[in-house]
């Protein structure tokens, strides 16, 4: 059975859950969590630091692991976006209706467009046969406005949620459950999303799709266009200036606002 794993502090529950699988040579259960709410090395993508003030938010980490076969693997990166979308259903019923609760591809839930909580998952290392991910969320939970490490962040205080003592420590195996039930309906769709629901769900709440955007690509290109759909591996796709379109594997993904200054040209 997978262990839920609860530490008063790590440096990072990413490298702990790492040391673990390691340890127990690829042998842990997939759903095995390692969760925190005093992290003091985290990092998000790109090798960005993640840090915290202590007991104000929710590190947590889920081993996932299956057969190493080749759809599997290229559609690893689907655990990032199902990542998001079990974050949004645990989150919804936090938030007053009057408050959005969006994804913007490929790893951030949002609250009124406010960064709320960031994903990242990592591959383990390799094990005979099998292939293993750590999937990584950090949620903003109790920040309060002078607290936030970014001005467009968020935390579920701010937003008004009703957050008690049970509720915040009931978070992490919510968030779980949800993700490791979509996990499940992955596999038993044989790694195929839209098979599993998870395309149309994703389409329905992920507030990047339909935007103009502007992309900063890993080797500093920066492009912009129609954001126009998530493909079954994962990709944004954009439609340019020019009607061609592209698919975007990773990149920083800003919605592009229309200027609304009457004398601007």
Excluded: Y
């Excluded at 559609?75 to 994804?103: K, M, Y």
């Excluded at 903003?140 to 701010?158: C, F, Q, R």
Aim: net charge negative.
């Amino acid at each position: 059975m997978p262990e839920f794993i609860q530490l008063p502090e790590t440096p990072s529950t990413h490298d702990e859950l790492r040391a673990r699988w390691r340890d127990a040579g690829g042998a842990l259960p997939s759903g095995t969590a390692i969760v925190t709410d005093t992290q003091t090395k985290g990092r998000g993508r790109h090798g960005r630091s993640w840090i915290a003030p202590a007991g104000k938010t929710i590190a947590l980490s889920v081993l996932v692991a299956a057969p190493d076969t080749d759809v599997a693997r290229e559609r690893f990166p689907w655990l990032t976006l199902a990542a998001g979308l079990a974050l949004r259903e645990v989150v919804r019923p936090l938030v007053p209706e009057d408050h959005s609760v969006t994804i913007k591809w490929p790893n951030d839930l949002l609250i009124d467009g406010r960064k709320s909580a960031g994903i990242l998952a990592e591959l383990l290392d390799p094990m005979p046969g099998k292939l293993a991910a750590s999937v990584g969320i950090g949620l903003n939970v109790l920040l309060a406005e002078d607290e936030l490490p970014v001005p467009h962040a968020t935390s579920l205080a701010l937003a008004g949620a009703e957050l008690s003592d049970a509720l915040i420590e009931e978070l992490p195996t919510l968030i779980t459950d949800a993700l490791m039930n979509r996990v499940d309906r992955l596999v038993n769709a044989a790694w195929f999303p839209k098979n599993a629901g998870l395309l149309a769900e994703l389409q329905e709440h992920c507030e990047t799709v339909s935007q103009q955007v502007r992309a900063s690509l890993p080797g500093g290109e920066v492009i912009t266009g129609e954001a126009i759909a998530v493909l079954e591996d994962g990709r944004l796709e954009l439609r340019l200036a020019d009607g061609s379109r592209r698919a975007l594997s990773a990149a920083d993904v800003e919605r592009v606002r229309p200027n609304l200054d009457p004398s601007a040209s």
